[in-house]
Structure formats: structure tokens, C-alpha cells
């Protein structure tokens, strides 16, 4: 009996061995065909055959409908074999032609002891088929003795092109590939890491140095890079470049920007700049062209600033939009002597008046009544000298000095609102935040991303900071309709049936190599319906020619590109009338309403 329990205890144990021994050969099993199956393919392929790498397929660029920006397409990459090639100034002779290229780069680029060397990039299927025909012909037309004389070395690859179906309309903000498939400007180059996926490999059999024709075995899929979703709107994209394109041409300006954001969510609609370029065909385009105005080049914001003064003054409590200011044509502060842009006589305006009319030295008076260091600190929570968060390459965050290094007419060219800079977007997101009830919202341009299989990822909100209270936005909103009124310095950006908001700007260009002002930068910026702000666009032109006000050359921009936008997302007039704000003491006085007298 007791030798029985000791065979039955031998018997388990045994039993539990093996099971062990194939519980570790199942798990070894699982490791080597499963977790580490293409390391141990790579490894067992590398060691009988060659092995070359597949390229993987860019993601797609779409606007906010799937509308197609850029895309990849299958393209043929020609490559050679240089050990195969026994004389390379003949066979550049005879290839040459064929691909398209001068005798000497062809020459240079088959001469050597590379294995695997590019010749002709992204080549057109009909070139590979020409050379391989042409080998072909050449090579059954020799003799046995001059097998030496044979073409050969020469094969291709699949590869990929980058596609940009709509040419020029998005280019500044897309930017373009560069031949060996990385991004180079835009955001195929900031996301590049996204878009470009993850490459494959292949096998292939060998003979004399070639791939022999059949022999290719994938050994590792490629996978698709992240698709991108833009918050853009393709058609209101085409209104606003063909609008800016225009306004440019007409004025004979250096560059020009349109942008349309919502302002709740901090979304871009569009991103039109011009000159723009052709990223299908970029050999001859300039750097400069390339450039992405909107978030790269910096400019005084000139009249457009003086909405955050006002707005920083009606936060403090120390104006009303109807006290009244004694505005001379010129004011003398330091060493320097401010002045209108039109000699008139004094006046007594409002400050809704002052906004009206754009007067410098009305809105020096209204900043006086704040410390620099007000001043200076509700223009850095409206986003002056930081980045917006837009994301977009190359960002610039504008320059506002700090308080420290202010001189003696720092104050009053800050208040009216030169003496600082900013780009367009900064300069959008100032008069999005009064349109949102003082909540600044950072912009973006990427809606969501899809990855390999089409699984979309929406974007997560954007950052918001409090800068002023609802109550002065909508003060601040009521100020800005008189802008368009026909007292007003842009009458043409009216819209008939919708109120609308905004603010001129003409401004001295500094130029940098001179340093000195040279030229103007002329700007309207608004939204509308303006008591229920659903939209907002900026228009600036850099260095029109002859005719250069704000109101003359964006307002018209503003209207086209706006006008369409409400109609084609069906935004309808809010149907609410509006008392005008006095513009002056004369007008004020009529309407028997309450006046706040301003010292001076």
C-alpha cells in the first residue's frame, strides 16, 4: 500500500513537470511567433536574403467636410545598384535622356560601391517604363561577346507623392513635402512625426546584386501616418483668398491676411494669405513666399489696438462709452507731439466718439487715466508678447516691452496703439475675446486627427483666460457699431439687416533694414450679428500703395468675406435695434442723456 501512494506521488510530480516544461514552451512559443515575430523574421530573412525598407503612407490633410488639402499617391522611386554599373560615363549617356536629367548628375549619382543609391525620385511611371523597354531593346541587341556592354543596375520601388488638389488655396498653412518625404514647411513639417507613419519591410531574392523580378516578400505592413481634420471650411476659404488676392492686387500691397474665427471655441474657418504659392511645384518659390504671414510676421497694430485701451479703461471704472473728452488735432507729451490723421478743430468727443473717429490723441487722454502698469498689464492678459497656442509653426509672440524700459512717450503711442507688436492671429484672438464676453479662447486649426483605420479623435477645447467682464464687452461691442455707422471710419464693412462690429487701423510700417517707419499697415477687424457675436475676421494688408486707411481697404474685404459666412451657415439677423451711443458733447446734450465729464 505504501509503495502505491509513492508511485501515485512520483506519478504527480512527474505529471507536474511536464506541464510545467510545456506550460514555459507554450509561453517561448507565443513569444517567438506572436510578441517577437517580426524581429525573428527580419532576423532569419537578413541571414538568406535582402531586405529593403516599404515606405509608408502619409496621412491625408481634410478640411472640417473631409474636403481633400494633401494627400499621398503611389509614385515610382528608380534606384540603382552602382556595383552593377561597369562603365558610368556610358551608361549616363544612355540613361540620361530617358530620365529626364543632365548627362553629368546621372553620371554622378551611378558612380560608386553603393548597393542602393536614389536616382530619380517620385519618377512617373511612364519614365520606368521607357528605360526598362530601352535596357531591354539594348541589351538583346548585343552580342554574346559584349555581355560587358550591358545596361543593367537599375530598378524601382514603390513610393510615394504628396498631392495638394487644391494648389495654392491653403498653402501658406498646409506648407509642402520636401522629395524624401518629409515635411518642410507648415504643418507638414510641425506634424510631421504624425503624418508620416510608420515604414515597412520587404524581402527579396538576389542574383548578381538585383532583385530578381517576383521574389518580393512583404515582411512588416508600412502603416499609414495620422490623418489630419482642419477646423477649416474649404468654401469660406476660397471667399476669403480670392477676396485678400483681390485687395492685395488692387492696392499693390506686399502681402495681405484674412482669418474667420468662431470665437467660442477658438476654431479658424479660414487662413487666407497672399502672395501664396503652388506646393505642387515649389523649385522656384522663395523662402519669404513660403512663410506663414498670419502667425510669422509681426506689425503695429495701430488704430485696432486702441479697443484694449478702452477696454481696459472701461474695466477700471474710469470711463463711461459716453464721457466726455476735449480732443485737440495735436498733444504734445515728452519730447514728442501726437496728431490726428486729419487736422480738425477741437472737439468734444465722447469716448464712443473717440473710437469713432480713431482719434490718437483721444485715446492718449482715456490711457492717462491708467497707471503704465495697468495699461501694460491688460495688454498681456488680452495675449500682447506671448504666442497664441494656435500651434502653427514658426509662431511669432509679437513684442510689448516691459513697463521698465518704457521712455517718456511710451504711454501715449502705446495707448493709440503703436510702440508694440503682434501678428494677425494675436490681433484676431484680441477682438474674439471682446466678441466672447471678455473669455479668451486660444485658436486652433486641427479639428481632430484619424488614425490607420479611420478612427476619428476630436481635439480637446482650448485653453480660456478671463480678461475683462461681460458687462465691458458688451459695452465695448455697442462702442464698436458706431465704427460702421456713417460717422464712422468704415462704413464700406456694413452688412444690410445685420448689426455689425469692429475697428479700423493705419498704421506706420517700421522697417527694419532702415530702421525707421516706412509704408502703413492698413487693417479692419470685426464680427457680426455684434450683439450675439457668431463670427469674427481680421483683414490686413501690408504696404498698400497710394490709398492705404483700414476702412478703405479692409472694410470691403471684411463685407465680402463676412457677408458669406452668415449666409452660408445660415446665421440670421438678430432683429434687435440699437440706440447709437452720442458721439459727441453737441449730440449728447440733445439726447438729454447723463454725462460723466473727464478732466481736461
Request: charged share 15%; glycine share 8%; aromatic share 6%.
Amino acid at each position: 500500500m505504501g509503495n502505491l501512494n509513492l508511485a501515485k506521488k512520483r506519478l504527480a510530480v512527474l505529471t507536474i513537470v511536464a506541464l510545467s516544461f510545456m506550460l514555459l514552451f507554450a509561453a517561448r512559443l507565443v513569444q517567438v511567433q506572436v510578441i517577437n515575430a517580426g524581429d525573428y523574421k527580419i532576423r532569419a530573412v537578413d541571414e538568406m536574403q535582402d531586405t529593403r525598407s516599404i515606405p509608408a503612407k502619409r496621412g491625408d490633410i481634410t478640411d472640417i467636410n473631409g474636403v481633400t488639402f494633401a494627400r499621398s499617391v503611389a509614385a515610382i522611386n528608380i534606384v540603382v545598384d552602382q556595383t552593377q554599373i561597369s562603365d558610368p560615363a556610358r551608361v549616363a549617356i544612355f540613361a540620361a535622356p530617358i530620365l529626364k536629367m543632365p548627362i553629368s548628375e546621372v553620371q554622378q549619382l551611378i558612380t560608386g560601391k553603393l548597393r542602393y543609391n536614389m536616382v530619380l525620385p517620385n519618377a512617373e511611371p511612364a519614365i520606368w517604363r521607357a528605360l526598362i523597354e530601352a535596357m531591354a531593346s539594348h541589351n538583346a541587341a548585343l552580342e554574346p561577346s559584349e555581355i560587358n556592354q550591358r545596361i543593367i543596375g537599375f530598378f524601382a520601388e514603390r513610393g510615394y507623392i504628396r498631392d495638394y488638389p487644391s494648389g495654392s488655396l491653403l498653402a501658406s498653412l498646409i506648407g509642402f513635402v520636401r522629395n524624401d518625404g518629409v515635411g518642410a514647411t507648415g504643418l507638414e513639417s510641425s506634424m510631421n512625426s504624425q503624418i508620416s507613419g510608420t515604414s515597412g519591410r520587404y524581402s527579396y531574392a538576389a542574383a548578381a546584386g538585383a532583385e530578381i523580378p517576383g521574389s518580393q516578400s512583404e515582411i512588416i505592413s508600412a502603416q499609414k501616418g495620422t490623418s489630419i481634420r482642419l477646423t477649416i471650411d474649404r468654401d469660406v476659404q476660397w471667399v476669403a483668398s480670392k477676396a485678400i488676392s483681390d485687395a492685395v492686387r488692387k492696392s499693390h500691397a506686399l502681402s495681405g491676411t484674412v482669418i474667420v474665427m468662431d470665437p467660442k471655441t477658438g476654431q479658424i474657418l479660414a487662413h487666407a494669405t497672399a502672395p501664396t504659392f503652388d506646393p505642387n511645384n515649389t523649385k522656384t518659390v522663395s523662402l519669404n513666399l513660403m512663410r506663414n504671414y498670419s502667425v510669422q510676421e509681426v506689425y503695429e497694430p495701430g488704430s485696432t489696438g486702441k479697443v484694449m485701451t478702452l477696454a481696459a479703461a472701461l474695466e477700471e471704472k474710469k470711463i463711461t462709452p459716453t464721457t466726455v473728452f476735449t480732443v485737440p488735432y495735436s498733444l504734445k507729451r515728452s519730447d514728442a507731439t501726437f496728431h490726428d490723421h486729419e487736422r480738425h478743430p477741437t472737439q468734444q468727443l465722447t469716448a464712443t466718439g473717440i473710437l469713432a473717429v480713431s482719434s490718437n490723441t483721444g485715446t492718449i487722454k482715456i490711457g492717462e487715466l491708467m497707471s503704465n502698469d495697468t495699461l501694460h498689464g491688460y495688454l498681456s492678459k488680452f495675449g500682447m508678447g506671448a504666442k497664441t497656442g494656435s500651434g502653427l509653426p514658426g509662431e511669432s509672440a509679437g513684442i510689448l516691452h516691459p513697463v521698465k524700459s518704457w521712455s517718456g512717450t511710451s504711454a501715449p503711442t502705446i495707448a493709440f496703439g503703436q510702440g508694440y507688436s503682434l501678428t494677425a492671429m494675436q490681433a484676431t484672438s484680441v477682438f474674439a475675446t471682446i466678441a466672447n464676453n471678455g473669455i479668451r479662447v486660444s485658436p486652433t486649426v486641427i479639428a481632430g486627427t484619424s488614425d490607420a483605420s479611420g478612427n476619428f479623435t476630436a481635439s480637446q477645447s482650448r485653453t480660456t483666460e478671463k480678461v475683462i467682464s461681460p458687462e465691458t464687452s458688451a459695452q465695448l461691442r455697442l462702442m464698436m457699431e458706431s465704427v460702421v455707422s456713417a460717422s464712422g471710419t468704415a462704413p464700406s464693412a456694413a452688412i444690410p439687416g445685420y448689426r455689425v462690429a469692429g475697428k479700423t487701423g493705419t498704421a506706420m510700417r517700421y522697417n527694419s533694414d532702415c530702421r525707421c517707419y516706412s509704408g502703413y499697415t492698413a487693417s479692419f477687424i470685426g464680427f457680426a450679428p455684434a450683439d450675439k457675436p457668431a463670427y469674427v475676421i481680421s483683414v490686413t494688408i501690408q504696404n498698400p500703395q497710394g490709398m492705404h486707411y483700414g476702412g478703405s481697404l479692409g472694410g470691403p474685404v471684411f463685407k465680402e468675406v463676412m457677408s458669406f459666412v452668415l449666409q452660408s451657415r445660415h446665421v440670421s439677423p438678430t432683429n434687435t435695434t440699437v440706440q447709437p451711443v452720442a458721439l459727441t458733447q453737441a449730440a449728447l446734450t440733445k439726447s438729454s442723456r447723463f454725462v460723466s465729464k473727464a478732466s481736461g
